[in-house]
């Protein structure tokens, strides 16, 4: 049984006003439940994902030289381009306290990006004549994604209860980035050996993130219904989008909704002769204008119930966040 609930986006756009609420509703008390949703009807077409997977492919087999020109440099900047395997360090982020990270690796390589309009932190692309379309396939997708993201906020503020528009506000200008994960194949063992995993345990840093992952398998989730540990969950398709919550928003709750946390390790089934196959994934990280507050909204604070985080801009939060995995 798949552990997260699939909503019917199609509901929140064209539904009824009864329909519209009771959207609200499961997309809130899912969130607050489980951390994560996953939606149907949600407007991104099976050719627009079928079309950024083959291009992410296309990226990822790149010679090395061809991505080191893009290389993101880690330092007092964004994430921006290439990734190379290894360079970010996941275990740092949520995973027990009690192992040590240093060798901790992450069979990971990803491509990033933000906003074409964002100026502070501009992105890096590869030649155009070395990977036709690939920035415009990018770029088309990650507006498509900004667009849900608004339409899912704008119904969490329902669910929520929040006045009208004083949580999208926070989104007029927005700081959203966008990832591109590959996974390269590699001998199980690897993944077994307790050194190494696809992607440790962590929660994103945004509002929101949505999800696309194809049918190979390892992604889990932390059950945070009974605590019992991670559950694997499957792909039912590669056009379903998963949704879960983000580090801002557990801050702007004070906790009364904690950001989904999740892995990639091994998968169930899938490996062959003793490999496990090369795994893709596309993740779109919602946030908000940089100067935003991601201390606790005043609704969520009050005596019973106070501040368990500091006032820093959103901004100021992610880079905590970057800082510690590079
Ligand atoms: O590859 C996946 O399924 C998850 C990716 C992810 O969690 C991330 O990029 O933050
Ligand atoms: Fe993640």
């Known amino acids: 049984m798949d552990p997260i609930k699939t909503l019917d986006f199609g509901n929140w756009v064209s539904g009824s006003d009864e329909e519209r609420q009771s959207f609200a509703k499961d997309l809130h008390d899912e969130l607050v439940a489980v ?5 149907c009807n949600h407007g991104l ?40 395997v290894g360079s970010e360090k996941s275990a740092t982020l949520d995973s027990p306290e009690n192992i040590s990270h240093d060798n901790l690796e992450d069979a990971k390589q990803h491509f990033d990006c933000g906003a074409a309009e964002d100026v502070k932190f501009p992105n890096k692309w590869p030649d155009a004549h070395v990977l036709p379309g690939f920035q415009e396939s990018v770029e088309e997708y990650f507006d498509k994604c900004q667009e849900l993201g608004l339409r899912t906020m704008e119904a969490l ?15 007029k200008s927005h700081a959203s980035q966008f990832r591109l994960n590959h996974y ?68 702007w709750t004070n906790d009364f909704l904690k950001a989904g946390l999740h892995r990639v390790v091994m998968p169930d089934t899938n490996q ?20 935003t507050s991601a201390g606790p909204l005043p609704s969520f604070v009050d005596k019973d119930h106070p501040a368990l985080y500091d006032e820093i801009t959103t901004f100021e939060f992610e880079r905590r966040r970057t800082e510690q995995t590079y």
């Open 272 to 291: 062959k002769d003793g490999v496990v196959p090369e795994r893709f994934s596309l993740a779109f990280f919602l946030h908000t204008a940089r100067s």
């Open 35 to 39: 951390g994560f949703v996953k939606l």
């Open 157 to 171: 503020e329902m669910g929520f209860n929040q006045p009208q528009d004083s949580l999208l506000s926070r989104f």
């Open 184 to 251: 390269p194949a590699l001998p199980v063992q690897r993944l077994t050996d307790g050194l190494t995993n696809r992607l440790w345990p962590h929660a994103d840093y945004g509002v929101l993130t949505f999800l696309v992952q194809d049918s190979v398998g390892g992604l889990q989730i932390w059950d945070n219904i009974n605590q019992s540990g991670f559950l694997p969950i499957p792909c039912n398709s590669r056009y379903e989008i998963i949704v879960n919550a983000g580090g801002t928003l557990q801050r």
């Open 45 to 84: 077409s099976n050719e627009c994902i079928d079309n950024l997977f083959q291009k992410t492919r296309q990226f990822f087999e790149l010679p090395p030289e061809e991505k080191q020109k893009i290389a993101y440099i880690p330092g007092p900047t964004l994430q921006r381009g290439w990734s190379t």
